[in-house]
């Protein structure tokens, strides 16, 4: 009787899962990276609007002549797709169907600017994403900052990694906290890096922003719109500052967060 019933449920998961592996999807995705496989293949890494962060196989991508025909273009980091792919949870690889540019930059992919603060954002979000859960928020504002980095001026733009490392913590539940009118107004205002709050109190550590720092923070933290950025008063230093301290952030809270290989070069070009 038990091995029947055994019988029974994995002819029962064996088809599901048949089902599962046949069926196409309609989703958006973000590109974060792709590596070659084989002599003309790749692996791309997609952020997903449905399923989150996947990984997709694409044969011929990389011929040369006809076969190709520069579709590598369309797994640049950061390009934004519309795709019909393949779905199936067991596997670790899935195929795309059909995919084409949801939106077509004008400045991402030929601005060294736009493009490095793109890069970083890409490889941040990267980091982050453990786990290949969809979340609609997430992929939203995601989407929403790479569409407005596009269209932005250079004021905007300087504020804009800052802005994005910022508001990102939202999403994965450790937005710095204790951001009240008497905590700003007081004459000692400190960003607690490893407490994650604003306090009035001493640090007595060293993983602190101090005063004209932790006042930017607060700033971009009440921004709801990427062209509000223009409003936000910080020099490169700052915003340098901002990031470094980000970054230790980040790692105090993302498992194997590890270090930002784009910080050094935004750094560099932002300045």
């Not at 520069?70 to 067991?90: C, H, K, S, T, W």
């Not at 301290?245 to 980040?250: Q, W």
């Amino acid at each position: 009787m038990q091995y029947t019933q055994r019988k029974e449920k994995n002819y029962l998961a064996c088809l599901y899962y048949y089902r599962l592996s046949g069926k196409i999807h309609k989703t958006k995705g973000i590109v974060l990276r792709h590596v070659k496989y084989g002599e003309t293949s790749i692996i791309a890494s997609v952020y997903t609007e449905l399923f989150g962060l996947q990984s997709y196989l694409l044969n011929g991508i990389r011929a040369a002549g006809k076969k190709g025909g520069g579709r590598i273009g369309f797994f640049q980091p950061a390009a934004i797709l519309d795709m019909e792919v393949y779905y199936n949870e067991f596997k670790q690889l899935n195929r795309v169907k059909e995919y084409r540019f949801a939106c077509v930059y004008r400045h991402i992919f030929s601005d060294v600017l736009k493009n490095g603060v793109a890069a970083y954002m890409v490889e941040l979000l990267t980091q982050c994403l453990k786990q290949p859960e969809n979340n609609y928020g997430l992929f939203a504002f995601t989407e929403d900052c790479f569409t407005a980095l596009d269209d932005c001026n250079d004021k905007v733009m300087a504020n804009f990694p800052v802005f994005f490392a910022v508001q990102l913590t939202h999403f994965f539940g450790f937005l710095p906290q204790n951001i009240t009118p008497g905590t700003l107004e007081s004459s000692e205002v400190f960003f607690d890096i490893e407490e994650g709050v604003f306090t009035n109190a001493p640090v007595f550590h060293h993983l602190y922003l101090e005063k004209r720092y932790a006042l930017i923070l607060a700033a971009l933290l009440q921004v709801r719109h990427p062209q509000e950025l223009a409003e936000v008063e910080a020099n490169a230093e700052a915003r340098r500052r901002i990031l470094e301290a980000m970054e230790k952030y980040y790692s105090l809270h993302i498992q194997d967060f590890g270090k930002l290989k784009t910080l050094p070069v935004l750094k560099e070009i932002m300045r």
